[in-house]
């Protein structure tokens, strides 16, 4: 048995293969296209069982012969992943759906689900011997970086979106990172820059998809539920879609199970964007293979889904969407918060962006796209707790006021 079975780079364009170990390219030095980690599954297969993972102990290094790190010595962890798979009981019923699940990833360590992503990218650049690192953030992603930075003790530069909101910008600093504010045209601009300082400054950098580690966590979504499940596939994985990192490396993650035949099906992904800006929806919708720069992000309040565009045409995320026949919704402000309190209600306190996924079943299951027997599950990647006015803007019916007076409490209660 090998702790990791991750074997080398391909790239998507060209499809050289490149060595893993040792190496700290981002993206190919043939033809500039991504990078993706390939792994030996065959000899996996004859290795492993799929009970192995239970017995240990919880985080997303559960999983780590799935993952590209090779010495267990240079993880950086602060218990990420295991989170609660909760079986809806509101929405479900008001939906009429029978079998609707949340991943609750509002109580991962720094609030969202990006601490899958910076817990393996971070070790694995530790690994490489990197002490500085850049990303690109519209808010969690930053805080997480700046958290995981900190634990590794590497340096951490965050270009910090203009429009995320200051309460995460704090969250930056106060775990030790530095944040720059980011004022761009589009994504393009962003990946172009820091594609230049990678080769010019030697600067090893974070963002999707041009690091080709951070979605490689993100397949732990997979792994996770399908053994909550007990490794039987959902018919359905509802993300919220920014880059696409989350949707893109949980349909990895069913490939390989998959490919080890550990399950019978994959699921459909759907993916979800405001009506604001939802460039990946736009292009899906209208059977494109290439996502265009589309809406004005200043417009809602999903600030982690925001993006007005997509890194590479956004092209891992529509084969996605493409391969396993799924599907795409955008939502409206009123809907986000509607659904937003449905998940207060199942006792989750959501973000607008995973709120969306919510706001969008709604749609779905109108529409009569998803039927409703189906298994579904709603991946609640942040924590509305990093944007309280969100939730302060909304949920501010005029409360009631009492003295300690029992008469005055008797007629309140009474009163309803
Ligand atoms: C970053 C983020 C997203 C979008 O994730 P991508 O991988 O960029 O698609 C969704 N929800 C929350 C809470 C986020 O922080
Ligand atoms: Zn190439």
């Known amino acids: 048995m090998k702790w990791t079975y991750a074997s080398s780079y391909q790239c998507d364009g060209c499809k050289r293969m490149f060595p893993l170990r040792n190496n700290k390219i981002t993206t190919c030095t ?38 590209p790190l090779h010495d267990e010595k240079n993880i950086i962890s602060l218990g990420e992943g295991d989170t609660p798979l909760v079986p809806s ?19 991962m360590p720094t609030g969202s689900f990006k601490d899958r992503g910076f817990s393996l990218a971070l070790s694995f650049a530790r ?34 979106e203009y429009l995320a909101n200051p309460l995460k910008k704090a969250l930056i600093q106060l775990c030790g990172g530095q944040s720059i504010v980011l004022h761009y045209e ?14 010019k400054l030697n600067l090893y950098q974070f963002v999707n998809f041009i690091n080709p580690i951070r979605h490689e966590a993100m397949k732990t979504y997979a792994y996770e539920i399908t053994e909550a499940l007990d490794w039987k596939s959902p018919d359905y994985m509802v993300h919220p879609v920014g880059t696409g990192g989350g949707l893109y490396g949980t349909w990895k993650g069913f490939l390989e199970l998959n490919e080890l035949g550990w399950i019978d099906k994959l699921p459909k992904m759907a ?54 026949e799924g599907l795409a919704e955008a939502v409206k402000e009123a809907e986000i918060v509607e659904a ?60 009631k006021n009492i003295n300690a007076d029992f008469k005055e409490l008797t007629k309140i209660l009474t009163d309803i």
């Open 89 to 107: 009981i509101y929405i479900g019923k008001k939906l009429g759906l029978k079998n609707l699940y949340l991943k609750n990833d509002t109580l």
């Open 271 to 324: 993916a979800v964007q405001p009506e604001a800006t939802g460039p990946h929806v736009k292009a899906f919708n209208k059977g494109q293979h290439v996502v265009e720069k589309t809406g004005d992000p200043s417009k809602t309040m999903a600030q982690s889904i925001s993006a007005d565009s997509a890194i590479k045409d956004g092209r891992r995320v529509l084969n996605a969407l493409y391969d396993s």
């Open 340 to 399: 937003m309190n449905d998940l207060g209600k199942e006792g989750i306190i959501a973000d607008p962006a995973s709120a969306a996924t919510v706001a969008s079943l709604k749609k779905l299951t109108n529409k009569s796209l998803i039927p409703s027997d189906s298994t579904i599950v709603c991946v609640i990647t942040g924590s509305g707790l990093k944007q309280p006015k969100a939730i302060e803007s909304h949920f501010n019916e005029e409360t």
């Open 30 to 67: 043939h033809c500039g296209e991504l990078l993706e980690v390939r792994y030996d599954l065959n000899t996996m297969k004859q290795d492993i069982d799929k009970n192995t993972f239970k017995q240990r102990k919880k985080s997303i290094w559960r999983w780590h012969e799935f993952l």
């Open 186 to 199: 589009s994504m393009e601009d962003i990946t172009m820059m820091l594609e230049e300082a990678s080769r």
């Open 127 to 160: 690994e490489l011997g990197v002490t500085q690192g850049l990303t690109y953030s519209s808010g969690n992603a930053g805080v997480s970086f700046a958290a995981y930075s900190q634990r590794g003790e590497m340096n951490a530069a965050v270009l910090i």
